[in-house]
């Protein structure tokens, strides 16, 4: 049977990334180091609506997607991030990637939902760059 881990992920960023080429490049380089083979994507686009305003993208993966927006009008900004594979990846690489964007804070939990939802506790991140 296949995995089927959903990593959800909440971090406050000093640095959010603003562009949609750059937002497809992150996604890219992000699909490589968790080891998954893109099937369509990345798609990126910024959104303009009130309350709302930020960039998503999405890649579409051989095991699932990733997902992201990114809220830049808030100081820090704030990224809602999703990893959904069946296939296994590296909790950590994710983290680590989120580094370009200078985050203060990093949560994340993981799901497994394989045969039932189970839930680990959120793991929380602080860093100190300024």
């Keep these: 049977m296949p995995e089927h881990k959903h990593m959800i992920i909440r971090a406050e960023v000093l640095e959010p990334i603003t562009s949609e080429k750059v937002l497809k490049k ?45 809220w830049d009008e808030a100081n820090p900004a704030l990224v809602q991030c999703d990893v959904y594979s069946c296939a296994e990846f590296q909790r950590g690489e994710v983290v680590m990637h989120l580094g370009s964007m200078k985050p203060k804070m990093i949560e994340y939990m993981m799901m497994d939902r394989s045969e039932s939802i189970s839930c680990e506790p959120v793991q929380t991140h602080f860093h100190t760059q300024q």
């Design 26 to 70: 992150w996604l890219r380089d992000l699909t490589k180091v968790i080891k998954m083979k893109i099937i369509k994507g990345p798609y990126a686009a910024y959104v303009t609506k009130e309350g709302n305003r930020g960039l998503t993208g999405a890649v579409m993966i051989e095991t699932s997607h990733i997902s992201i927006h990114i």
